[in-house]
């Protein structure tokens, strides 16, 4: 399974950006995504959840600025971010829970920068 996350640049504050992460190779079925961020020095930090129910959590700090939605017909998964601040800034990364007939892991994307500066 490989993930290839898009979308991230440079951006001033208030501004948007919608980033990607699309899924290929052989799997059945993807159940969660996830979109986490890492500041530099710091751990990833869960940034926002979709079931395959299509049920959605977010963290705090992000809450009423950025949506997540996914695509299963695609095997894709956006975060779409609004009214970015500096505080923003990091490298996100994609995660998606995939399951086959025998087995389930979990894949992550490559990550992409987003940075938010004037």
């Known amino acids: 399974v490989q993930l290839q996350a898009s979308g991230g640049g440079l951006v001033q504050p208030g501004g948007s950006l919608r980033l990607s992460c699309a899924a290929s190779?052989?799997?059945?079925?993807?159940?969660?995504w996830e979109w986490y961020r890492q500041f530099p020095g710091k751990q990833r930090e869960l940034v926002a959840r979709?079931?395959?129910?299509?049920?959605?959590e977010y963290a705090v700090s992000v809450k009423g600025r950025f949506t997540i939605s996914r695509d299963d017909g695609k095997n894709t998964v956006w975060l779409q971010m609004t009214a970015l601040s500096p505080e923003d800034t990091a490298v996100y990364y994609c995660?998606?829970?995939?399951?086959?007939?025998?087995?389930?892991?979990?894949?992550w994307g490559q990550g992409t920068q987003v940075t938010v500066s004037s």
């Open positions: 979709i079931s395959d129910r299509n049920s959605t």
């Open positions: 190779g052989n799997f059945l079925g993807i159940d969660e």
């Open positions: 995660k998606g829970d995939f399951y086959t007939d025998e087995v389930r892991a979990d894949y």
